[in-house]
């Protein structure tokens, strides 16, 4: 119990009594524009939405609260979108604080973003491999890196501090390591903690916390099976070049065809045979992505030169 306390403690002092998240503005932009459309479904509205880990979190955050009292917890963002509707989720982006940074810190948290659709979209695709829980995967993918967008939001000093000690350690030590030793506490943790007082799907925040824990075992619950497929997903994000991080990147000699070994993918009911056929689905699906984040950066551009 008093363990307990110190972490919470902990945490408090590392985020701030109010947690807040920051979302890519861009994505906030068109959004809104985008919701504004009377035609507009809210099966392509969500498609727009599950862009940006910080607006899908919210959206969960709320569908799941008391206020909406529904008696079963969502872990589909798409449903949740359909639940709430189009006024509530434009209320949900204007009430996201949009962070504008500059310099090396955007290109960071650019990177955190695009890094969080990536494992998304291979998280989907190795539940759809495996049968099962492709929706959930997808929301446990976005929201892997929870933590780093809400350490950065709320404490940019103490993200840094611990990037830069990481940068300096060369990837001898993991940045969940070099968190661990700085902050005392990583960004995994901070993400399941924030999620838990946000009352986000015990499973989704158990996925969250364990996403730097694979398991070599047998998968005896949905949390263990989400856990493992966003670190899978993760590993392989680093493996082709996609991190999370600007600096060194301990993954870079490894090849993404033999990065998985038997232990880490028969949990999930894969095998390698499985996995060099999803393997090509998973590299078109990251390169056309890069399409989407050429257009939103198209847009920033315009909208920087209107506004200017």
């Known amino acids: 119990m008093a363990q307990e306390k110190e972490i919470w403690t902990r945490f408090y002092q590392l985020v701030g009594q109010d947690v807040q998240i920051k979302s890519f503005h861009q994505i906030v932009q068109y ?24 607006i899908s979190a919210k959206v969960l955050a709320i569908v799941n609260s008391p206020a909406v009292g529904l008696r079963y917890q969502v872990k589909d963002l798409a449903y949740a979108v359909s639940l709430l509707g189009h006024q509530q989720i434009r ?8 962070f504008n940074f500059s310099g090396k810190e955007e290109k ?15 998280s989907e695709i190795l539940a759809r491999a495996a049968g099962r829980l492709q929706a959930e ?11 780093k967008i809400i350490l950065e939001s709320n404490n ?10 990481w940068e300096y350690h060369r990837g001898k030590l993991q940045y969940w390591e070099s968190e661990k030793e700085i902050l005392g506490m990583t960004h995994s943790e901070i993400g399941a903690m924030a999620g838990m007082l946000w009352k986000l799907p015990e499973e989704i925040c158990y996925s969250i916390l364990a996403h ?13 099976y ?9 590993l392989l994000c680093w493996v082709l070049n996609r991190s999370s991080l600007i600096g060194p990147n301990p993954f870079s000699l490894r ?33 056309k992505s890069e399409t989407i984040f050429e257009w939103i950066k198209i847009q920033k551009e315009n909208f920087a030169k209107s506004a200017g």
């Open 31 to 54: 959004l809104l524009q985008f919701a504004s459309l009377p035609t507009i479904s809210s099966k392509d509205l969500a498609k727009g939405i599950i862009m940006d880990p910080a």
């Open 91 to 98: 209320d949900i982006m204007l009430g996201i604080a949009i």
């Open 108 to 122: 960071q948290m650019v990177r955190i973003w695009k890094h969080s659709f990536y494992c998304a979209q291979i």
């Open 137 to 147: 995967a997808f929301t446990a993918g976005l929201l892997h890196d929870l933590g």
């Open 156 to 165: 940019p000093s103490a993200f840094q501090t611990a990037l830069k000690n």
């Open 212 to 224: 730097h824990a694979p398991k070599t075992g047998i998968l005896k619950t949905e949390a263990e």
């Open 226 to 234: 989400l856990g493992q497929t966003a670190h899978i997903a993760d």
């Open 255 to 287: 090849k993404p065809e033999t990065c998985l070994p038997p232990e880490l993918l028969s949990p999930l009911g894969l095998n390698q045979q499985i996995y060099q056929e999803i393997l090509p689905e998973i590299k078109e699906k990251i390169s």
